[in-house]
């Protein structure tokens, strides 16, 4: 379905959708400020992650870090401490590195218009249109996965989600609805609408403010919306790791930028063939990233002599860390199970 021209009717959709929201919205402690910068970071964690399942750590990072500058001048290994427990770690990377492109482009002041918005690392359409609506009035629709289920089901519209112009595609239809000065309320609205009622499985369809309006659940063809033509098969990856121990003590190292789970730390890749025979065992771990499927396998090897322990570690740039020490550090996650199951039994 194409449409241009905003109307009355589509116009009442937004207004009804307001209404409920006014009532029903979600008491969410970032709806109480009008702070960009905190719009922002909560924009980052909640896009991968349950409002309930995040608030704790968007708490614990705030509390850290509660502006621009405190988090621009805190190492990356902070940030990403701080960020433990939410996984895409290169999302933590990104904001930091945006805090200082605020700190240098911007003069430490979290930029208004939307094109700045979106200059700063890791910021895409949607963020930049949520914070640019929700904090500076901008007339902009913040479309995200809510959007496109919730539209594509009022309007039955079967435009595949999974094309390249499907964000302005969606984007036109929620400006027929958005009211003129409440843009930052509607995509709020849609926000819990979309998370709420409209979810993708099993949707509260009869007590959905929108029912009347919606042409798919008219037509009782709800579940065939949004369409998603266009599937991503993910990669196989195998990673291999040796756990290198001596006494309570392990080998660590950081990992660089070039691959995932950038700046994490992790074990050794390698072990010298003359250190083989004091292997003990081997752990497979499956994991499963948004586009790759992980099978990570981990060789566990027991040095006994310090002396041969300290030369690997200087040979190989390792670090030396006990599991207190280490639970300073970011691990991926199949890696922090680990240490969890070989120090915690």
């Given at each position: 379905?194409?449409?241009?021209?905003?109307?009355p009717?589509?116009?009442?959709?937004?207004?009804?959708?307001?209404?409920?929201?006014?009532?029903?919205?979600?008491?969410?402690?970032?709806?109480?400020?009008?702070?960009?910068?905190?719009?922002w970071?909560?924009?980052?964690?909640?896009?991968?992650?349950?409002?309930?399942?995040?608030?704790?750590?968007?708490?614990?990072?705030?509390?850290?870090?509660?502006?621009?500058?405190?988090?621009?001048?805190?190492?990356?290994?902070?940030?990403?401490?701080?960020?433990?427990?939410?996984g895409?770690?290169?999302?933590?990377?990104?904001?930091?590195k945006a805090?200082?492109?605020?700190?240098?482009?911007?003069?430490?002041?979290?930029?208004?218009?939307?094109?700045?918005i979106?200059?700063?690392?890791?910021?895409?359409?949607?963020?930049?249109?949520?914070?640019?609506s929700?904090?500076?009035?901008?007339?902009?629709?913040?479309?995200?996965g809510?959007?496109?289920?919730?539209?594509?089901?009022?309007?039955?519209?079967?435009?595949?989600?999974?094309?390249?112009?499907?964000?302005?595609h969606?984007?036109?239809?929620?400006?027929?609805?958005?009211?003129?000065?409440?843009?930052?309320?509607?995509?709020?609205?849609?926000?819990?609408?979309?998370?709420?009622?409209?979810?993708?499985?099993?949707?509260?369809?009869?007590?959905?403010?929108?029912?009347?309006?919606?042409?798919?659940?008219?037509?009782?063809?709800?579940h065939e919306?949004?369409?998603?033509?266009?599937?991503?098969?993910?990669?196989?990856l195998?990673?291999?790791?040796?756990?290198?121990?001596?006494?309570?003590?392990?080998?660590?190292?950081?990992?660089?930028?070039?691959?995932?789970?950038?700046?994490?730390?992790?074990?050794?890749t390698?072990?010298?063939?003359?250190?083989?025979?004091?292997?003990?065992?081997?752990?497979?771990?499956?994991?499963?990233?948004?586009?790759?499927?992980?099978?990570?396998?981990?060789?566990?090897?027991?040095?006994?002599?310090?002396?041969?322990?300290?030369?690997?570690?200087?040979?190989?740039?390792?670090?030396?860390?006990?599991?207190?020490?280490?639970?300073?550090?970011?691990?991926?996650?199949?890696?922090?199970?680990?240490?969890?199951?070989?120090?915690?039994?």
């Open positions: 379905m194409k449409t241009n021209k905003q109307n009717d589509f116009l009442c959709i937004g207004v009804k959708l307001l209404k409920w929201f006014s009532v029903h919205g979600r008491d969410l402690p970032f709806r109480k400020t009008d702070d960009p910068y905190k719009i970071i909560c924009e980052i964690i909640f896009q991968q992650t349950r409002i309930q399942q995040g608030l704790n750590h968007y708490h614990r990072f705030i509390n850290r870090f509660p502006d621009v500058q405190t988090l621009a001048e805190a190492s990356s290994d902070e940030v990403l401490l701080h960020w433990k427990g939410l895409y770690y290169s999302r933590a990377l990104n904001i930091h805090s200082h492109q605020i700190m240098e482009n911007f003069g430490g002041v979290f930029p208004q218009e939307y094109d700045d979106l200059s700063l690392k890791g910021v895409g359409k949607y963020t930049a249109a949520a914070v640019h929700i904090c500076f009035g901008g007339h902009l629709p913040a479309v995200d809510n959007f496109y289920r919730v539209l594509s089901r009022i309007f039955a519209d079967d435009y595949d989600i999974s094309t390249t112009g499907a964000f302005s969606f984007s036109s239809l929620a400006l027929l609805m958005m009211p003129l000065g409440k843009a930052g309320e509607f995509n709020q609205a849609m926000m819990d609408l979309g998370s709420e009622i409209c979810r993708p499985r099993n949707p509260y369809c009869e007590i959905c403010p929108l029912n009347a309006d919606c042409t798919a659940f008219q037509l009782k063809k709800v919306f949004p369409k998603k033509l266009k599937k991503i098969k993910p990669t196989e195998q990673l291999q790791y040796a756990f290198v121990q001596h006494g309570d003590h392990f080998l660590i190292r950081r990992r660089n930028e070039s691959s995932i789970w950038k700046k994490l730390y992790e074990f050794p390698e072990i010298d063939e003359k250190y083989k025979t004091y292997e003990l065992d081997s752990t497979e771990i499956k994991h499963k990233l948004t586009h790759r499927n992980l099978t990570v396998i981990i060789r566990h090897f027991i040095i006994k002599s310090q002396e041969e322990f300290e030369n690997l570690a200087e040979e190989g740039g390792f670090h030396i860390v006990d599991y207190e020490q280490s639970a300073a550090k970011s691990f991926p996650k199949p890696l922090e199970n680990y240490l969890k199951i070989r120090f915690e039994k």
